[in-house]
């Protein structure tokens, strides 16, 4: 148990569908993370939150919308998407953004597995 | 442009043997490095944290090193078992706050 914890672990939707992802960290961590996994691929970063602050968005399209209304809670508003979107979405959480401090690591959660048809 | 790379995406040895893992970059000069290893199904969990003032960190079986000239690092596992069995991926971190990722190492330990 990291600590992380997202919900759904698994979803399938259309491409007219809208659906949501939620993350929840019990780490009392100031910074949460979107990261994107597609298979034979690096995790790409997709949005950072520092102190309910948006800090980066990595040239997402808009059909994904994140929200964090606070420094615990953190989702990722999905709709229509593509099939190309389907992938496993990973959150994850650091004590705050500043990995500079070379003492941060990134506490993930187990991920959404998302199906676009 | 900054490009990571782990040297092979499946690594199979014998249980007993030690796993050696690589991680090449280019392009680019990170103020530290992090190994993490991720299950089927499961998110990545962090593993060790070296600098780019140090050579070489231990943690149990696990050691990294790190290479600033030859701009790489190395993962080992000793004594390696099946349940070390798992993809590892190492990530590069920089004054800029981004952690940069590999592809991963799917590494398997057979009996």
């Known amino acids: 148990e990291t600590g992380v914890t997202q919900t759904p672990r698994h979803l399938v939707m259309g491409m007219t569908n809208k659906k949501s992802l939620k993350c929840e960290q019990h780490?009392?961590?100031?910074?949460m993370y979107w990261y994107k996994q597609s298979a034979k691929k690096p995790l790409e970063l997709m949005f950072v939150?520092?102190?309910?602050?948006?800090?980066e968005n990595n040239s997402v399209p808009s059909r994904f919308s994140p929200e964090c209304p606070n420094s615990s809670h953190l989702f990722l508003h999905l709709h229509t998407l593509q099939p190309e979107d389907s992938a496993l979405y990973l959150c994850?959480?650091?004590?705050?953004?500043?990995?500079?401090?070379?003492?941060?690591?990134?506490?993930f959660g187990s991920g959404t597995q998302l199906s676009v048809l | 442009s900054q490009k990571i790379e782990q040297n092979s995406e499946a690594l199979n040895i014998q249980e007993g043997k030690t796993a050696t893992l690589t991680c090449n970059y280019t392009?680019?000069?990170?103020?530290?490095l992090q190994w993490y290893r991720q299950d089927p199904g499961r998110g990545p969990v962090f593993l060790l944290l070296?600098?780019?003032?140090?050579k070489e960190k231990r943690k149990e079986r696990l050691k990294v090193t790190f290479d600033t000239t030859l701009k790489q690092s190395l993962f080992h596992i000793t004594a390696s078992q099946p349940a070390d069995s798992a993809t590892y991926l190492c990530?590069?971190?920089?004054?800029?706050?981004?952690?940069?990722f590999g592809k991963g190492t799917k590494l398997s330990v057979k009996p």
């Open positions: 939150y520092n102190f309910k602050e948006q800090t």
């Open positions: 070296i600098r780019e003032n140090e």
């Open positions: 392009n680019y000069s990170p103020a530290y």
């Open positions: 994850a959480s650091s004590q705050d953004r500043t990995l500079s401090t070379t003492n941060e690591k990134l506490f």
């Open positions: 990530a590069l971190g920089g004054s800029q706050g981004n952690l940069i």
């Open positions: 780490l009392g961590h100031n910074a």
